[in-house]
């Protein structure tokens, strides 16, 4: 019996309360900080490629609302036909869907049957049904916690409230919790009005369309075993189907009369007008009983239709009837095929090569040119009956299994993506947000290792099913199979193959030069030279027994599949510090290592281990060798609790240190940070928990992560990403707070260390930003990453001072400070300008970001830069200049004390220009900052003297001298204010002309240009031909008119100080960055 257990009923708020207090849980018992990480967001870097969709439903009132379930990645909707999705799903405990309806009566009412059902190794478990009233923006838990996967939810066309759900139950067990099950309150009570057998669940559901009390269940016998891969046993004497005439109250099975008597396995069911019932069949026979089954009265008498040998498959069983043409049928599988004469001819309806592998097709009962199909590369929608689909390049639900990175900066990561191919993608775009251009295919298989090769990035190597290794260059875009034995045994007897593996193919670099590349079978092999040549490095490692005959060629159970040698390496683990240490564990449940290279191994496999428990990873300490730790995933064994070990003697004695971790959420892995002794960091499969004293005690780091089964974690330098099985690639920025925390600080104010903060700009496009709603992954922060924590709330303004090497200020911030209000036209959307940055004054932890400019200098008019992301920002130019790489201090004020913290600032890794070069251009640009600023006191001066002109103007009666005199004196200014020549006085030509040098001097790396140097001689020579002329205005001639105005009885025009000089901006009501 599973020892998971229900979570929490669900809506937003609560899940909001539950991530903000997710680390506090611990802080009694745990001597670790349980704020550290209060500040950390993780960061979706997508790709935003489609992954496993299992189920799919449209709303009948609402032609472009649709949604789907996917396997692990939650339930996703959209309101414009497929052109964008979003999750609605992100509060539930759970990821992956089995089953989704909405309720014909009230299509606000929808319902989430939670475990997806497909007869598959890496099967993804729920816990029970989830029900929204709110087409999906918040969900309840309405219970069957233990039905683990749910195949079908019908919902009567008349009652939101009544309906009937289909459950398969455990996987990897026996348990009762499996049949069909009625409900007649919306889910707040359920009967079990179908049980077979503690094996046999119910896997489809189908209601006949002009009488819902009329039910048909197909039933499935199904165990997965973690020895059998493939062909593992999925059928027995509990499938078949069974048929209901009272809305599902009581079941008759279905016999005879043409229905195949064989031992059946998976069964899918649609049903038509005029009694009509479809029946696609899976049977141990295939040649016998599998194919499509039709009956015209109700499931009395059956015929055989097709035997085509696509139909019937443990892992495609769907069939859908057009609603408005009885004998028009589709088939979901590898393709979608269609049939015009109820099932004897069929074409393609859709589908590619490689085979999409569709699981399910919706099609609007109203409307037969609706439907939305659901397969392996994501949700697609069509409102014309096929002739064109959406697009699943927008859903980011990809399954990664393995996440490994490159050395190169910005730095990339690579993993395959289950059913969709091979992925690297950027951790940083030069283009301000990750986007189809900053990722590609590095050939390789689908879900498995994609490692760089670690000297140079343009190689990287992929496993595959079956032992695959390929090597792909990215300068020819050759792929090239390097395998060490080129015959694929997926899915075969082991004991049939010299060399066998199962459905994760593990390889991995040694960690020092020369590079030695290992791959596990059940044995060990290694290449020197990028797969040319193959060493078998050890004998097998698995615990096979040595003459074992008995059942090795039968279906074994687990003894028996332990003793004949089913079991192969799975994970692999260099040392780091040493080529000659190996560690490997084995999917049967041992954990070995060699020193000398491999020439002698020893088994050190924890006594508790469980037979059969996947070793899924291994990771040795880079701080303190012997010290290893081993995640150890037991849930297709029905075993759902986390399993992590510790050894800090090579493996003479173990410590189990899962206890801190919730028991009913395996462990897929758990990595050692390389800087900070004992911090570990941990995927489950519903997120990540971080550990401060080496698995001591754990706490929650989800954060803002959705749940998701985290199938791996890598660390690169100060960033921790997560490959998540069904919603992509994650990263968590920045982990210094973490290194740093300690029980000392946990309740004190402190200043963080920084980690080193690199030289870049946000955004260097320079064409049309890509529109809002094209799907677009998360950039890094750009600048200095400042974490801070304060006991309390600060008693008034709390201040960050960021002082250079000589101890002078670059940049001052304030709590107190308001947003800058600056002259700027917006002539765009509000969503293009992001949040201000702010200092948090409040208690906890605050994450700052300091963008490495300088303060920006005054102007007349700013403009805004066409470097945009929607929703994230769009800077006002000109900008200060960047600071140079070098040494800073921070220094933070919280009342009245101050709290220092050195900074480094280094220059982006791919710019060669030297210090020198870099100071000249930041002292050039800090010239033309100047210029503008003179401009803007100069022309401030100059509009302030011209407004108080024209009201002096105002209040002359017949003065006529004196008008004129007023107006000779404005003349004299207006050379100042007007005119469009390069050779013009104009301050506002000026403004223009020394802002595009200015914006243009700090886009790049670079010196100075002749050019720039040039252009600003000249306007800064205007310039200050332009403050000469009005600095004689401004004194005698002045002087003269205010003698004449104070004559007259008129106050007298003044200048205005500095503070006083304001360019006009833009109403109050705009947005302003």
């Given at each position: 019996?599973?020892?998971?257990?229900?979570?929490?009923?669900?809506?937003?708020?609560?899940?909001?309360?539950?991530?903000?207090?997710?680390?506090?849980?611990?802080?009694?018992?745990?001597?670790?900080?349980?704020?550290?990480?209060?500040?950390?967001?993780?960061?979706?870097?997508?790709?935003?490629?489609?992954g496993w969709a299992t189920m799919a439903a449209g709303d009948p009132s609402k032609p472009d609302t649709f949604y789907i379930g996917t396997a692990g990645g939650g339930v996703w909707k959209t309101n414009d036909a497929g052109r964008t999705w979003?999750?609605?799903?992100?509060?539930?405990?759970?990821?992956?869907?089995?089953?989704?309806?909405?309720?014909?009566?009230?299509?606000?009412?929808?319902?989430?049957?939670?475990?997806?059902?497909?007869?598959?190794?890496?099967?993804?478990?729920?816990?029970?049904?989830?029900?929204?009233?709110?087409?999906?923006?918040?969900?309840?838990?309405?219970?069957?916690?233990?039905?683990?996967?749910?195949?079908?939810?019908?919902?009567?066309?008349?009652?939101?409230?009544?309906?009937?759900?289909?459950?398969?139950?455990?996987?990897?067990?026996?348990?009762?919790?499996?049949?069909?099950?009625?409900?007649?309150?919306?889910?707040?009570?359920?009967?079990?009005?179908?049980?077979?057998?503690?094996?046999?669940?119910?896997?489809?559901?189908?209601?006949?369309?002009?009488?819902?009390?009329?039910?048909?269940?197909?039933?499935?016998?199904?165990?997965?075993?973690?020895?059998?891969?493939?062909?593992?046993?999925?059928?027995?004497?509990?499938?078949?189907?069974?048929?209901?005439?009272?809305?599902?109250?009581?079941?008759?099975?279905?016999?005879?009369?043409?229905?195949?008597?064989?031992?059946?396995?998976?069964?899918?069911?649609?049903?038509?007008?005029?009694?009509?019932?479809?029946?696609?069949?899976?049977?141990?026979?295939?040649?016998?009983?599998?194919?499509?089954?039709?009956?015209?009265?109700?499931?009395?008498?059956?015929?055989?239709?097709?035997?085509?040998?696509?139909?019937?498959?443990?892992?495609?069983?769907?069939?859908?009837?057009?609603?408005?043409?009885r004998d028009r049928l589709y088939s979901a599988g590898q393709s979608i095929r269609r049939s015009d004469d109820g099932g004897k001819h069929w074409d393609i309806f859709k589908g590619a090569p490689g085979g999409d592998d569709y699981h399910f097709?919706?099609?609007?009962?109203?409307?037969?040119?609706?439907?939305?199909?659901?397969?392996?590369?994501?949700?697609?929608?069509?409102?014309?009956?096929?002739?064109?689909?959406?697009?699943?390049?927008?859903?980011?639900?990809?399954?990664?299994?393995?996440?490994?990175?490159?050395?190169?900066?910005?730095?990339?990561?690579?993993?395959?993506?289950?059913?969709?191919?091979?992925?690297?993608?950027?951790?940083?775009?030069?283009?301000?947000?990750?986007?189809?251009?900053?990722?590609?295919?590095?050939?390789?298989?689908?879900?498995?290792?994609?490692?760089?090769?670690?000297?140079?990035?343009?190689?990287?190597?992929?496993?595959?099913?079956?032992?695959?290794?390929?090597?792909?260059?990215?300068?020819?875009?050759?792929?090239?199979?390097?395998?060490?034995?080129?015959?694929?045994?997926?899915?075969?007897?082991?004991?049939?193959?010299?060399?066998?593996?199962?459905?994760?193919?593990?390889?991995?670099?040694?960690?020092?030069?020369?590079?030695?590349?290992?791959?596990?079978?059940?044995?060990?092999?290694?290449?020197?030279?990028?797969?040319?040549?193959?060493?078998?490095?050890?004998?097998?490692?698995?615990?096979?027994?040595?003459g074992a005959k008995e059942a090795c060629e039968g279906n074994p159970n687990a003894q028996q599949a332990r003793d004949c040698g089913y079991g192969v390496i799975y994970s692999i683990a260099p040392a780091p510090a040493s080529n000659d240490e190996?560690?490997?564990?084995?999917?049967?449940?041992?954990?070995?290592?060699?020193?000398?290279?491999?020439?002698?191994?020893?088994?050190?496999?924890?006594?508790?281990?469980?037979?059969?428990?996947?070793?899924?990873?291994?990771?040795?300490?880079?701080?303190?060798?012997?010290?290893?730790?081993?995640?150890?995933?037991?849930?297709?064994?029905?075993?759902?609790?986390?399993?992590?070990?510790?050894?800090?003697?090579?493996?003479?004695?173990?410590?189990?240190?899962?206890?801190?971790?919730?028991?009913?959420?395996?462990?897929?892995?758990?990595?050692?940070?390389?800087?900070?002794?004992?911090?570990?960091?941990?995927?489950?499969?519903?997120?990540?928990?971080?550990?401060?004293?080496?698995?001591?005690?754990?706490?929650?780091?989800?954060?803002?992560?959705?749940?998701?089964?985290?199938?791996?974690?890598?660390?690169?330098?100060?960033?921790?990403?997560?490959?998540?099985?069904?919603?992509?690639?994650?990263?968590?920025?920045?982990?210094?707070?973490?290194?740093?925390?300690?029980?000392?600080?946990?309740?004190?104010?402190?200043?963080?260390?920084?980690?080193?903060?690199?030289?870049?700009?946000?955004?260097?496009?320079?064409?049309?930003?890509?529109?809002?709603?094209?799907?677009?992954?998360?950039?890094?922060?750009?600048?200095?990453?400042?974490?801070?924590?304060?006991?309390?709330?600060?008693?008034?303004?709390?201040?960050?001072?960021?002082?250079?090497?000589?101890?002078?200020?670059?940049?001052?911030?304030?709590?107190?400070?308001?947003?800058?209000?600056?002259?700027?036209?917006?002539?765009?959307?509000?969503?293009?300008?992001?949040?201000?940055?702010?200092?948090?004054?409040?208690?906890?932890?605050?994450?700052?970001?300091?963008?490495?400019?300088?303060?920006?200098?005054?102007?007349?008019?700013?403009?805004?830069?066409?470097?945009?992301?929607?929703?994230?920002?769009?800077?006002?130019?000109?900008?200060?200049?960047?600071?140079?790489?070098?040494?800073?201090?921070?220094?933070?004020?919280?009342?009245?004390?101050?709290?220092?913290?050195?900074?480094?600032?280094?220059?982006?890794?791919?710019?060669?220009?030297?210090?020198?070069?870099?100071?000249?251009?930041?002292?050039?640009?800090?010239?033309?900052?100047?210029?503008?600023?003179?401009?803007?006191?100069?022309?401030?001066?100059?509009?302030?003297?011209?407004?108080?002109?024209?009201?002096?103007?105002?209040?002359?009666?017949?003065?006529?001298?004196?008008?004129?005199?007023?107006?000779?004196?404005?003349?004299?200014?207006?050379?100042?204010?007007?005119?469009?020549?390069?050779?013009?006085?104009?301050?506002?030509?000026?403004?223009?002309?020394?802002?595009?040098?200015?914006?243009?001097?700090?886009?790049?790396?670079?010196?100075?240009?002749?050019?720039?140097?040039?252009?600003?001689?000249?306007?800064?020579?205007?310039?200050?031909?332009?403050?000469?002329?009005?600095?004689?205005?401004?004194?005698?001639?002045?002087?003269?008119?205010?003698?004449?105005?104070?004559?007259?009885?008129?106050?007298?025009?003044?200048?205005?100080?500095?503070?006083?000089?304001?360019?006009?901006?833009?109403?109050?009501?705009?947005?302003?960055?």
């Amino acid at each position: 019996m599973s020892t998971r257990s229900l979570l929490r009923p669900l809506s937003k708020l609560a899940c909001a309360c539950l991530l903000a207090c997710a680390a506090p849980l611990y802080a009694e018992t745990s001597p670790a900080p349980s704020h550290a990480g209060d500040a950390l967001q993780w960061r979706q870097l997508g790709p935003f490629r489609g992954g496993w969709a299992t189920m799919a439903a449209g709303d009948p009132s609402k032609p472009d609302t649709f949604y789907i379930g996917t396997a692990g990645g939650g339930v996703w909707k959209t309101n414009d036909a497929g052109r964008t999705w979003l999750p609605t799903s992100d509060t539930m405990p759970t990821a992956s869907i089995g089953a989704i309806a909405v309720a014909p009566s009230n299509p606000n009412v929808i319902y989430a049957g939670s475990g997806q059902v497909a007869a598959r190794y890496d099967v993804a478990a729920g816990n029970g049904m989830y029900r929204s009233d709110d087409d999906g923006k918040s969900w309840q838990h309405i219970g069957l916690t233990e039905s683990k996967h749910i195949g079908r939810i019908l919902v009567d066309p008349h009652d939101a409230n009544t309906l009937l759900v289909g459950v398969l139950g455990h996987y990897f067990g026996p348990n009762k919790e499996r049949g069909v099950y009625r409900s007649t309150d919306g889910g707040k009570t359920w009967q079990q009005t179908l049980f077979i057998n503690a094996d046999t669940g119910v896997v489809d559901l189908a209601a006949d369309p002009s009488d819902p009390k009329i039910v048909y269940a197909a039933a499935w016998q199904v165990r997965n075993y973690p020895w059998l891969s493939y062909f593992q046993p999925n059928a027995g004497r509990g499938s078949g189907l069974y048929k209901s005439t009272d809305g599902g109250l009581s079941w008759k099975r279905i016999s005879g009369h043409g229905w195949p008597a064989g031992t059946l396995a998976r069964i899918g069911i649609a049903t038509a007008s005029g009694n009509r019932v479809y029946a696609v069949v899976h049977s141990t026979d295939p040649r016998k009983d599998s194919g499509l089954y039709r009956s015209d009265d109700g499931g009395a008498n059956w015929q055989s239709v097709s035997h085509e040998s696509w139909l019937p498959n443990d892992y495609f069983s769907r069939i859908t009837v057009d609603p408005q043409n009885r004998d028009r049928l589709y088939s979901a599988g590898q393709s979608i095929r269609r049939s015009d004469d109820g099932g004897k001819h069929w074409d393609i309806f859709k589908g590619a090569p490689g085979g999409d592998d569709y699981h399910f097709l919706w099609i609007d009962p109203r409307d037969s040119q609706r439907m939305i199909a659901a397969s392996d590369q994501g949700a697609v929608v069509t409102v014309n009956g096929g002739m064109s689909w959406s697009s699943w390049y927008n859903q980011p639900t990809g399954q990664f299994y393995h996440v490994a990175t490159d050395n190169q900066f910005p730095y990339w990561i690579y993993s395959g993506q289950q059913d969709s191919g091979t992925v690297g993608i950027a951790s940083r775009s030069d283009y301000g947000s990750l986007s189809y251009r900053d990722w590609r295919p590095v050939g390789g298989d689908e879900r498995d290792y994609d490692l760089p090769y670690p000297d140079d990035p343009n190689i990287v190597f992929g496993s595959g099913l079956g032992g695959r290794v390929s090597r792909w260059d990215r300068r020819t875009g050759v792929v090239q199979n390097v395998t060490a034995w080129p015959v694929n045994s997926y899915g075969q007897r082991p004991t049939d193959f010299k060399y066998h593996y199962t459905w994760i193919t593990p390889i991995a670099f040694s960690a020092k030069p020369p590079y030695a590349l290992y791959l596990g079978a059940q044995v060990l092999f290694r290449s020197t030279d990028q797969g040319q040549h193959w060493d078998v490095i050890s004998p097998d490692l698995s615990a096979k027994k040595q003459g074992a005959k008995e059942a090795c060629e039968g279906n074994p159970n687990a003894q028996q599949a332990r003793d004949c040698g089913y079991g192969v390496i799975y994970s692999i683990a260099p040392a780091p510090a040493s080529n000659d240490e190996i560690w490997i564990g084995t999917d049967d449940g041992t954990i070995q290592f060699t020193r000398d290279a491999g020439k002698n191994w020893q088994n050190v496999t924890p006594k508790d281990l469980p037979s059969w428990g996947i070793v899924s990873s291994l990771d040795l300490s880079a701080l303190k060798p012997g010290t290893a730790y081993a995640a150890v995933d037991n849930h297709r064994q029905d075993d759902f609790r986390p399993h992590v070990w510790r050894t800090n003697d090579y493996g003479k004695t173990w410590a189990d240190i899962s206890a801190g971790l919730p028991q009913d959420d395996f462990v897929s892995v758990v990595r050692a940070d390389p800087q900070r002794e004992g911090l570990l960091f941990a995927g489950t499969d519903r997120g990540v928990y971080v550990s401060f004293d080496d698995g001591g005690h754990w706490q929650s780091l989800q954060r803002n992560l959705p749940t998701a089964w985290v199938r791996d974690l890598t660390i690169h330098g100060d960033d921790l990403i997560a490959g998540t099985q069904g919603r992509a690639i994650w990263v968590l920025d920045d982990i210094a707070p973490l290194r740093q925390a300690s029980t000392d600080n946990a309740r004190k104010t402190v200043l963080y260390t920084p980690a080193d903060a690199v030289r870049v700009r946000a955004n260097e496009n320079k064409d049309t930003p890509l529109p809002p709603d094209e799907p677009l992954g998360r950039n890094p922060p750009a600048g200095a990453i400042i974490d801070y924590q304060l006991a309390s709330a600060a008693k008034g303004p709390i201040t960050l001072d960021i002082l250079d090497s000589d101890g002078k200020t670059v940049r001052h911030f304030s709590s107190g400070e308001k947003p800058e209000k600056l002259p700027a036209e917006r002539y765009f959307q509000k969503g293009w300008l992001g949040s201000p940055e702010t200092l948090g004054s409040s208690a906890g932890m605050h994450r700052f970001v300091w963008n490495l400019h300088y303060p920006r200098p005054e102007a007349l008019l700013y403009g805004y830069s066409i470097a945009a992301t929607w929703d994230s920002d769009t800077p006002l130019t000109p900008e200060g200049p960047l600071a140079l790489p070098g040494k800073y201090q921070l220094v933070l004020t919280v009342n009245g004390k101050s709290y220092r913290a050195p900074l480094n600032v280094v220059g982006d890794p791919r710019v060669s220009l030297d210090q020198n070069a870099l100071a000249e251009g930041l002292a050039f640009s800090r010239e033309v900052g100047n210029a503008l600023q003179q401009v803007w006191q100069t022309h401030g001066e100059v509009d302030a003297v011209r407004d108080q002109l024209d009201q002096a103007d105002k209040k002359l009666a017949n003065n006529k001298s004196l008008h004129d005199e007023i107006d000779a004196f404005r003349k004299k200014t207006d050379p100042l204010v007007s005119g469009d020549s390069e050779t013009t006085t104009n301050l506002e030509a000026m403004n223009d002309a020394l802002t595009a040098i200015a914006s243009d001097v700090e886009g790049a790396d670079r010196a100075p240009t002749d050019g720039q140097r040039q252009a600003f001689a000249e306007y800064k020579a205007n310039l200050d031909k332009a403050a000469a002329q009005w600095q004689s205005i401004r004194g005698a001639d002045l002087a003269t008119l205010n003698a004449h105005l104070h004559t007259a009885g008129i106050k007298a025009i003044t200048l205005p100080a500095e503070n006083q000089i304001h360019s006009e901006g833009p109403a109050d009501s705009d947005d302003i960055p």
